[in-house]
């Protein structure tokens, strides 16, 4: 029980920690917003190796950080080959697949209505279909390789990709298209000069959503059919091993990745939309 009280004691010290950080001064200085989410993370992380110390709970139940950790260093190379199947191969080829064609379908949504008023009601529909529905029948189509990965993530961003698009082709204000005509605009050059930089913003929100669906859609399309590596294929042996800290060095695998890959995106909009409102601090 000592490890449960300090388990109790590390957990209020970081909470004190954080609430005088956060009304403190310099609550809204780059330092005070960087150090805040690491001490709760490794607060987080304290109590939870005390916790599973101190209450012996079981490996196939919940493994502490430190065997998580030492199975994560064991493990290298096999984690690193199955995020280059997963992550590089199946969800990366997927996104630029699917967000690319989903660019090119929202301007031609935007220059024909007809194709607004058809192909959206459409995309609604696809979008609401589950996934662990449609990665059967695509691994099936494509394969056990990574394609029919991509396949699946292509499925999965393409229309939220689309909506946010559209949406953000159709900011520009009515007085704003008005004025391009009066300047004799051609649609490319009122395009170019006012509807995609209106539609920025829009389009960074699609591509940040559609990161973690990527990595969703790569993952769990594994479930039902890969080669001896991945992800997906790694975390479903494993659990029928009952590795449990083999599963858990993979989620760590897929949050660092996922992280890293939104904030990627990010880091690209600020420098793309540092005009926009949203960006000014």
Known sequence: MMMVGLAILLWLAGWWLNTRLASGPYADTRTVRILAPVIFGLTVIGVWEMLVRGLEVPLVILPAPSVIWDRFWDSLPILWADFVQTIIKGALNGYIIGCGAAFLMAIAVDRWDFLRLGLLPV??????????????????????????????VVVMVFFPMLVNTV???????????????????????????????????????????????????????EFFGSPTLGMGFRISTSVG????????????????????FYGLVAMIEKLVTFWHPSQRS
Do not use: C
């Not at 389009?203 to 769990?220: D, P, Q, R, W």
């Not at 009952?242 to 897929?254: G, K, N, P, Q, T």
């Open 167 to 221: 949406a953000g082709l159709r900011e520009a204000t009515a007085m704003q298209r008005d004025l391009m005509e009066t300047y004799a605009a051609t649609y490319w050059q009122s395009f170019l000069k006012l509807r995609l930089p209106a539609a920025m913003p829009f389009i960074f929100n699609g591509l940040k959503i559609s990161t973690t669906l990527a990595l969703i859609g790569a993952i769990v399309a």
């Open 123 to 152: 995309g609604n529909f696809v979008a609401a279909l589950p996934i662990v529905g449609t990665a059967p029948i695509l691994v099936m189509w494509f394969g056990f390789d990574w394609h029919s990965k991509a396949a699946v």
């Open 241 to 260: 091993q009952l590795s449990l800290d083999m599963v858990w060095a993979e989620i760590v695998v897929a949050a660092l990745a996922g992280t890293a």
